[in-house]
């Protein structure tokens, strides 16, 4: 089997661990039976050969296919890299719900997606990854009673993603460690404020709402603060028309939302300033993940 997981950006700004969106860049991985388990890595992380001895894809998606059939057949994983790694490109959730969907196919055992998202969340304590790399589009998740709840919208085509990816990484668990244990009244307010207004936006298509409803005061100054320059790659991007600009996930990369018409004129814009960082211009993923071939 084949399947295709798209990298995701969450929080969106104010959506701290609830809001997140698909982009059309994807982890492929194929799966199939051997007389003994392999594993081959291309792209992120091909020189990396932890990844051939302790792969976090390969033991959740045991985990799943041994609860399933009560087997521990063996495999080989062909894994096929695009997202990069600790750039907040959501590259830990895309192998969560790639290796759980992946087991049910190859135990033949029909899932929801729904029920392969509230096994994700067993794995990741946060929504916002793993809804819009489980559904596509654009995702506002809670989670009650260890169940996900979500809603989700699709995103327009006449919409694009300049994704301004850095060479230094930032790990999700160690910048939470940063992140303060309380918030004083009027930030919870600011925040959870703009994350319902930053949600109807989307779910209206009222794109001229989302830069004000984009502003966020828990979580981005702090980590920001680790990679100075991207509190100019924001300024760029919104001085040059983008409708959104906020960090992705925990970091390094800063996400923008843009009419298609203006994605050359910001990405060339955040180029000409920042050579040594990746600028990509990307598609909004509305699928989720894909099993392309069973
Ligand atoms: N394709 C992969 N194969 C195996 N392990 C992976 C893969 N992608 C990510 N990982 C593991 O997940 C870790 C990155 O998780 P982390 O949460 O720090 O970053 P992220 O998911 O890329 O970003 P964010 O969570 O901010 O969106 C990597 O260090 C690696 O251990
Ligand atoms: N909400 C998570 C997203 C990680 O991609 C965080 O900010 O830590």
């Known amino acids: 089997m084949k399947i295709k997981i798209p990298a995701t950006s969450a929080n969106l700004?104010?959506?701290?661990?609830?809001?997140?969106?698909?982009?059309?860049l994807y982890n492929e991985v194929c799966i199939k039976p051997s007389s003994y388990q392999s594993i081959s890595v291309k792209g992120e992380g091909e020189e990396n050969v932890k990844l051939k001895k302790n792969n976090i894809f390969v033991s959740i998606f045991y985990d799943i296919y041994q609860e399933l059939t009560g087997r521990k057949d063996s495999f080989r994983f062909e894994f096929y890299n695009n997202i990069p790694f600790s750039r907040g490109l959501g590259s830990s959730s895309a192998v969560i719900v790639g290796a759980i969907a992946s087991a049910y196919e190859m135990a033949g055992v029909k899932a929801s997606r729904e029920s392969i998202l509230n096994k994700a969340i067993l794995y990741e304590t946060h929504?916002?990854?793993?809804?819009?790399?489980?559904?596509?589009?654009f995702t506002s998740s809670i989670v009650e009673h260890g169940k996900v709840k979500t809603l989700r919208k699709e995103l327009s085509e006449k919409l694009k993603v300049v994704m301004v990816i850095p060479d230094r990484p930032m790990s999700t668990a160690q910048s939470r460690t940063l992140l303060p244990k309380s918030y004083l009244m009027k930030n919870t307010v600011y925040n959870l404020s703009r994350a319902s207004l930053l949600t109807a936006a989307f779910f209206s298509?009222?794109?001229?709402?989302?830069?004000?409803?984009?502003?966020d005061c828990m979580h981005e100054h702090r980590r920001m603060k680790q990679l100075k320059e991207l509190f100019e790659v924001r300024e760029i991007a919104l001085k040059n028309g983008a409708l959104m600009s906020t960090l992705s996930g925990s970091g390094s990369s800063f996400f923008s939302l843009v009419r298609a018409e203006d994605a050359q004129k910001v990405a060339i814009a955040l180029k000409n300033a920042f050579g040594m960082f990746r600028v990509e211009i990307f598609e909004l993923d509305n699928n989720g993940f894909e099993i392309v071939k069973s």
Do not use: H
């Open 13 to 24: 700004g104010p959506g701290f661990d609830c809001l997140g969106l698909a982009i059309a």
């Open 127 to 137: 929504p916002d990854n793993i809804a819009p790399a489980v559904y596509g589009g």
């Open 205 to 215: 298509e009222n794109w001229e709402f989302l830069k004000v409803a984009s502003r």
